[in-house]
Every structure is written in structure tokens, then in C-alpha cells.
């Protein structure tokens, strides 16, 4: 099965600073991987997704997610961090590639606090 | 273009009752897949249904059951809820075509297990 490990439950953030959420996976092909983002008593908004096209994948809301096969990492990053920004961040990776069933397996999320 | 839709936002039941929870797919999509989210925990992959069948499953009991429709709406029931059924249940629909593997989700369902 495929696994997903996100470091950090909680990152803080200054309004205007780099913001960086760390996802590391474990597969043993290369997968399909997605980034969420949910706000409180909402759903889970996709916020971008890498299907090998390229490595450096660009999403809504000014963020970006670099896909490193040697690291296995999936890191999200946004130069600089807006007070709306402020959610939780959850990393997915798709348990079947290439096959048409695209189960999804979570991180347990990270949230980010922006402090103004 | 409606999104994905699920009913109710909240409910609240007893211990040992039945519930049923219901989703609408995004428009142009044929499959829908449940996910349960715990407070504090990422979703985790009940089930997944394709053509009104059960495609693939994840670790959760027989209590937990679903179906889906011909125009491919799906419910979601649970039987002999416990305590440990509380959390969102969130709904995702996608497309078993070539640009598969895109899940886009509903604003879930609250239940609360008293």
C-alpha cells in the first residue's frame, strides 16, 4: 500500500514569508500525487496535481509543488504567504497508476497559521 | 457547473442506529469514491463505486455499506454506529476516462454519534 508522510502537524508563518509543507511518499512506481488544501468546516479543495508531465507543478492561489523522485518528496511551497492562506494542507498520493480505480491515500494534514 | 454535492451538512444520531448519507457527483463524472475524516486525521478510503458496483474497498466493517445509482449518485449507510463512526464523511467524484485519477470532493457530511 501507499503512504503518505507529512512533516510537521503545525506551521506558523509570518505574513509575506516563504511558506514550505513538506510530503514525503512511499511508492514503488512513480505515482500520480495531489495537494489539497481545506478550510475549516469545509471540503478538500484541490490545489494542484503531479502526473509527470513536468516536475515543477504550478497550482491555484500562487502555489507550486516540485516533484524529486530521488528525495520521494512532494513538498508545496508559496513565496510569500497571505492572511487567507490559513488552512490545512493535506498531501495525497493515488494508490493504483494507471489503473482507472484512483484510490487516494492522505498525509494526516498540516496546518498553517499566518500571523500578520 | 454544479460541484459535488452531499446531504445532510450535519446529523446527529444514538449509538446503535442506522444512518444513511447521500452524494451528488460533479457534473460529467461516473464515479464516486467516500472518504471518513476524523478530527484531527487525514480522509481514509471507505469505498469506491463505478457502474452501481463496489470497485475497490477500504479497512472498514460490513456496517459500512454504499450504493450507487444510474445516474450515479451514491448513499453511504452505516449500521450499529459506535462512538468511533463521529467524523466527516466526504464525498469525491471523478472520471474513470483518460484524464482519471482527479478527485474533486464535496463539502462532506458531519455526523456526530451520541
Known amino acids: 500500500a501507499q503512504s503518505v508522510t507529512q512533516l510537521g502537524s503545525h506551521v506558523s508563518v509570518s505574513e509575506g514569508a516563504l511558506v514550505l509543507l513538506r510530503c514525503n511518499y512511499s511508492s514503488s512506481v512513480p505515482p500520480y500525487l495531489f495537494w489539497y488544501v481545506q478550510y475549516p468546516n469545509q471540503g478538500l479543495q484541490l490545489l494542484l496535481k503531479?502526473?509527470?508531465?513536468?516536475?515543477l507543478v504550478k497550482g491555484i492561489n500562487g502555489f507550486e509543488a516540485e516533484f524529486k523522485k530521488s528525495e520521494t518528496s512532494f513538498h508545496l511551497t508559496k513565496p510569500s504567504a497571505h492572511m487567507s492562506d490559513a488552512a490545512e494542507y493535506f498531501c495525497a498520493v493515488s494508490g493504483d497508476r494507471g489503473s482507472t480505480l484512483g484510490r487516494l491515500y492522505f498525509g494526516r494534514g498540516t496546518q498553517l497559521t499566518v500571523w500578520p | 457547473d454544479a460541484g459535488v454535492t452531499q446531504s445532510p451538512t450535519h446529523l446527529i444520531k444514538t449509538r446503535g442506529q442506522q444512518v444513511t448519507l447521500r452524494c451528488s457527483p460533479k457534473s460529467g463524472h461516473d464515479t464516486v469514491s467516500w472518504y471518513q475524516q476524523a478530527l484531527g486525521q487525514g480522509p481514509q478510503f471507505i469505498f469506491q463505486y463505478y457502474e452501481e458496483e463496489e470497485r475497490q474497498r477500504g479497512n472498514f466493517p460490513d456496517r459500512f455499506s454504499g450504493h450507487q445509482f444510474p445516474n450515479y449518485s451514491s448513499e453511504l449507510n452505516v449500521n450499529a454506529l459506535l462512538l468511533g463512526d463521529s467524523a466527516l464523511y466526504l464525498c469525491?467524484?471523478?472520471?474513470?476516462?483518460?484524464?482519471?485519477?482527479?478527485?474533486?470532493f464535496g463539502p462532506g457530511t458531519r455526523l456526530t454519534v451520541l
Open positions: 503531479y502526473t509527470s508531465a513536468a516536475t
Open positions: 469525491a467524484s471523478s472520471n474513470q476516462g483518460p484524464s482519471t485519477d482527479t478527485q474533486y
